[in-house]
């Protein structure tokens, strides 16, 4: 070992613990905190607090936790520091991928899949994430079957739409964006939840075999969690009408101005029969 090894070698294991720390805290904790609240569109039906009955309840219980993210205090540090963490995590993440040597082929060993898997998903995720954010955040409408412009004052009404490709029903393009969600999903919920489990290795907290697997049980439990919370958000997204959700909305205060054209009077109407006694 040369003098510089030493250096070298702790520089590399603190960039290593810092990749993953990223990947927990803020990205992790922002997935679970993000999937928990879209999932909200069909567990809400089950919220007493909410008019309507069923999907009625889901599509106003989104609608609250959406209006109450968009004026959180301070959102705009918060959206700048998860941008800088998945920057960091990605960047450093696709270095790693590239310089490392996935050997599925001569050893099927299941950490060996889960190791390619890990590197095939954070790919999958990074393009996934760009185009969710540029089509519901930035207004690339152009990306979307429709160009439907997402809202988060129409929250639900706008995805579905984009989801099923138009206002009026689903399209070819609809549900090849709809395949794209699901597996995007997928894959971030199994990148987090196997990045939990070699995190505690990378920062020394499962040593033994023993304590790996009881922990890999743990982040097993996580994933089927999350995983459930995701595919609950795309169904519920995908089995609300437009049309009956932007009714909610629009009574519980939507503004206008967001909508396209031929659907701000219908909003309006919508609102007006609303606040009807």
């Not at 992790?28 to 089950?46: R, Y």
């Not at 995805?159 to 609809?174: I, K, Q």
């Not at 939990?196 to 499962?206: D, E, K, N, Q, S």
């Not at 922990?215 to 089927?224: K, S």
Request: aromatic share 12%.
């Amino acid at each position: 070992m040369t003098a510089t090894d030493g250096p070298r070698q702790s520089h590399h294991l603190l960039l290593r613990r810092l990749h993953s720390l990223s990947g927990i805290v803020p990205i992790g904790i922002f997935l679970i905190f993000h999937l928990t609240t879209n999932s909200s569109v069909l567990w809400g039906a089950a919220n007493t607090r909410m008019d309507g009955e069923g999907l009625e309840r889901g599509v106003a219980t989104f609608q609250h936790e959406v209006s109450w993210i968009n004026n959180l205090p301070g959102l705009l540090i918060i959206e700048i520091s998860l941008w800088l963490a998945i920057g960091f995590h990605s960047i450093l993440g696709v270095f790693y991928a590239m310089s490392g040597k996935p050997n599925v082929g001569s050893y099927s060993h299941p950490d060996n899949w889960r190791y390619t898997l890990q590197r095939l998903t954070g790919y999958v995720g990074i393009f996934f994430i760009l185009y969710h954010v540029a089509t519901l955040r930035w207004g690339w409408t152009f990306l979307v079957p429709g160009g439907t412009r997402w809202s988060h004052e129409f929250a639900a009404s706008t995805l579905a739409a984009a989801l099923r490709g138009s206002e009026e029903g689903f399209t070819g393009a609809g549900i090849a964006v709809s395949l794209g969600y699901f597996i995007g999903i997928t894959c971030l919920v199994f990148h987090f939840a196997n990045g939990l489990w070699t995190a505690a290795i990378t920062w020394g907290l499962t040593v033994s075999v023993a304590a790996q697997k009881r922990w890999g049980v743990v982040c097993a439990g996580l994933g089927v969690a999350l995983m459930g919370a995701a595919w609950m958000a795309l169904i519920g997204f995908l089995i609300t009408d437009p049309g009956d959700a932007r009714v909610i909305e629009a009574r519980m205060g939507g503004g206008t101005h967001a909508l396209p054209a031929e659907h701000a009077d219908d909003a309006i109407g919508a609102a007006s029969v609303g606040r009807e006694p």
